[in-house]
């Protein structure tokens, strides 16, 4: 036996079903303020490590945010350690807790 509903229903029962869903959920956002030392035109890759830091790449370096403070990463070319470019397109933070770096030609380690 099928049950119909009238139409006017639909709209109040879809409502009703979407707000119990968006309450099983508690998103919270924190603004946080960008370094005042380099100007941020543009933030190309974000990603959060397993170990909880927020890692940023953008035309400037890369940035990582420990949830008070940012450290940042630029080409040194007297460490062969640092990144090859300061130019960096995209940035993932692995599960293993290694963080790759891409830029548009080539994938900085």
């Known amino acids: 036996m099928k049950?119909?509903?009238?139409?006017?229903l639909h709209i109040p029962i879809t409502i009703l079903l979407f707000q119990q869903s968006g309450l099983a959920q508690d998103?919270?956002?924190?603004?946080?303020?960008?370094?005042?030392?380099?100007?941020?035109?543009l933030i190309s890759g974000m990603s959060q490590g397993p170990d909880g830091?927020?890692?940023?790449?953008?035309?400037t370096g890369?940035?990582?945010?420990?949830g008070q403070q940012f450290t940042h990463y630029l080409h040194d070319p007297k460490n062969s350690n640092s990144l090859a470019d300061n130019r960096t397109e995209c940035i993932l933070a692995a599960k293993d807790g290694t963080t790759w770096i891409g830029k548009i030609s080539d994938l900085l380690i």
Do not use: G
């Open 3 to 8: 049950i119909r509903l009238p139409f006017f």
């Open 27 to 41: 998103i919270h956002f924190e603004v946080i303020n960008q370094p005042k030392d380099v100007p941020w035109q």
């Open 53 to 59: 830091f927020l890692w940023i790449s953008n035309y």
């Open 62 to 66: 890369v940035y990582k945010y420990d």
